[in-house]
């Protein structure tokens, strides 16, 4: 027993320490993913109209005080640096509180009103609209497993997209509408504010990755000055970016 313990032990040393060397890769994704998004959304921002106006009492603390023209072109600008800066892996650790900040603000201000799902169901479950006194109606884990992203606004959403669908199938060439895609009904929840704000939150902690990043030769680099500033041989250690 204690053979197959330790041989296993073994194994799983080996495999961490080649797993070790693909760390950066989790970092790469995540600004991979990022990068763009953050980048079409500040240049959207910046080669379009000021509309903070229109939600800044519902910004939250200091936000709703601060003049909208200074929210608008902070957001803007970190948006889009920010993006290019994720994609380069340049500062990640730095730059990805300001864009965290911007995802919380956005969620709160714009979002969260409207619960979670950023697309309404377009067939909501009949027992997430049915009476929760019904014994039909399903249990509780049943009702949280599949109508987490159904509430008062989706189901009318849901309607409202069945009515316009109705609509196409008489008026329009429904097959062609629907096709490569089927038709939806946006409710603009806090579901992508909330990924791409816990993305960022990673993206503080694991840095922007070995071997695929700037971040990570940069520390390199450091790493080498100071070992001749020191009068080390060879290339000292160096923090992983």
């Known amino acids: ?6 041989g296993l032990g073994s194994l799983y040393d080996r495999c961490t ?3 070790a060397h693909f760390d950066g890769v989790p970092a790469l994704l995540l600004r991979l993913i990022l990068g763009p998004v953050l980048i079409a959304a500040g240049w959207e921002k910046l080669s379009g109209e000021n509309w903070f106006a229109g939600i800044q009492g519902a910004m939250p603390f200091p936000f709703h005080i601060v003049p909208v023209e200074i929210s608008w072109f902070l957001a803007s ?9 994720l994609l380069l892996g340049l500062g990640t650790r730095i730059i990805a509180l300001p864009l965290a900040v911007v995802m919380f603000v956005a969620g709160y201000s714009v979002h969260l009103s409207n619960g979670w799902a950023a697309i309404a169901p377009s067939n909501p479950p009949a027992l997430c ?12 884990l049943e009702r949280v497993i599949r109508c987490q992203s159904v509430n008062e606004r989706t189901i009318e959403a849901s309607e409202r997209l069945r009515r316009a669908k109705g609509i196409l199938r008489r008026h329009g060439n429904y097959a062609y509408l629907n ?5 939806v009904k946006l409710n603009s929840g806090i579901e992508f504010s909330a990924i791409y704000f816990a993305m960022l939150l990673s993206l503080m902690a694991i840095g922007g990755g070995r071997y695929l990043s700037l971040d990570y030769f940069l520390a390199r680099r450091h790493g080498r000055d100071r070992g001749r500033a020191r009068g080390l041989p060879g290339e000292t250690a160096f923090v992983k970016s």
């Open 1 to 6: 027993m204690n053979s197959i313990t330790a």
């Open 17 to 19: 320490r080649v797993l």
């Open 77 to 85: 600008w970190t948006e889009f640096l920010g993006g290019i800066a």
């Open 129 to 140: 609209t049915a009476d929760r006194s019904d014994p039909e109606a399903g249990g509780w």
């Open 179 to 183: 096709g490569n895609g089927a038709i």
